[in-house]
C-alpha cells in the first residue's frame, strides 16, 4: 500500500551545522509535500510545503527539496539551533484521495547539541 | 498555539470501557481532522469532517465513530477500548477541504487504556 518512509529514524548535530532530513515516498499519485515539526509534548507544526511542479522551495533556514523521479523529499535546516531539536515528519497528499488525507512518514529525531 | 483547542489532555481508561474526546477548530476553520498517533503506527489519518459533513475516512477502526457539530467543534468516539488503542490522538483543522490548505494541529489527547 500507500507509504511515506524515513531513511534516519535520528540525526545527531552540532548547533550551528546544517541538518539533512530524508523522507522518501511510493506514492506516484503524490502531488502535495508537507514538513512538519513535532516538539515533545505539542501537536506537529507546519514547517513548509512543495507542490509536484516544484523541485525546490526556500523558507526562513529552511528548503525542502523534490525529486519526483526517485520519489524522494528531504528539508535542510540551515544553521541548525537547539530549538530545532524535535521529530520531523514528511507528509504527503495525492490527487486520487482528493487531497484529503495526509499520509505522514514515521518521522526523524533531530538531536541539536549546543 | 495553533488556535485549535482539545480535551481533556490526558485520558486513563479501562478495556472495555467508552470515552469522548474533544476538539475546537480555529476560528473560521470549517474542517476538522482526527489523528492517531502510537508508537508503532506513526501519525494515522482517522476521519475529516466539513462543516457538519464527513468527508474523508481513513484507517478509523468500526469501534470509533466522530461527529461535527453546528457550531463546528467534533467530537471522536472511542468505544470497547483496547489496550492498543492507547496513543496521542491529535485534532487539526483547516479553512476548507481538500487542496493545499494547511492543518493547523491541537495539542492532542493523550489516552492510556489499562
Known amino acids: 500500500g500507500e507509504s511515506v518512509g524515513l531513511h534516519l529514524p535520528t540525526l545527531s548535530v552540532q548547533e550551528g551545522d546544517n541538518s539533512i532530513i530524508n523522507c522518501a515516498y511510493s506514492?506516484?499519485?503524490?502531488?502535495?509535500f508537507i514538513w512538519y515539526k513535532q516538539e515533545s509534548g505539542k501537536g506537529p507544526q507546519f514547517i513548509i510545503d512543495?507542490?509536484?511542479?516544484?523541485d525546490k522551495r526556500q523558507g526562513q533556514r529552511v528548503t525542502v527539496l523534490l525529486n519526483k523521479t526517485v520519489k524522494h523529499l528531504s528539508l535542510q535546516i540551515a544553521a541548525t539551533q537547539p530549538g530545532d531539536s524535535a521529530v520531523y515528519f514528511c507528509?504527503?497528499?495525492?490527487?486520487?484521495?482528493?487531497?484529503?488525507?495526509?499520509?505522514f512518514g514515521t518521522g526523524t529525531r533531530l538531536l541539536v547539541s549546543p | 498555539d495553533s488556535g485549535v483547542t482539545q480535551t481533556p489532555k490526558h485520558l486513563i481508561t479501562a478495556t472495555g470501557q467508552r470515552v469522548t474526546l474533544r476538539c475546537s477548530p480555529r476560528?473560521?476553520?470549517?474542517?476538522v481532522y482526527w489523528y492517531q498517533q502510537s508508537l508503532d503506527q506513526g501519525l494515522q489519518f482517522l476521519i475529516q469532517?466539513?462543516?457538519?459533513?464527513?468527508?474523508a475516512k481513513g484507517n478509523i477502526l468500526e469501534r470509533f465513530s466522530a461527529q461535527q457539530f453546528p457550531d463546528l467543534h467534533s467530537e471522536l468516539n472511542l468505544s470497547s477500548l483496547e489496550l492498543g488503542d492507547s496513543a496521542l490522538y491529535f485534532c487539526?483543522?483547516?479553512?476548507?477541504?481538500?487542496?493545499?490548505?494547511?492543518?493547523?494541529f491541537g495539542p492532542g489527547t493523550r489516552l492510556t487504556v489499562l
Open positions: 512543495i507542490r509536484s511542479n516544484m
Open positions: 506514492n506516484s499519485a503524490s502531488d502535495y
Open positions: 487539526a483543522s483547516s479553512p476548507n477541504w481538500g487542496g493545499n490548505n494547511e492543518q493547523f
Open positions: 507528509a504527503e497528499k495525492s490527487r486520487n484521495t482528493g487531497f484529503q488525507k495526509l499520509v
Open positions: 469532517y466539513y462543516n457538519g459533513e464527513e468527508r
Open positions: 476560528s473560521g476553520d470549517l474542517s
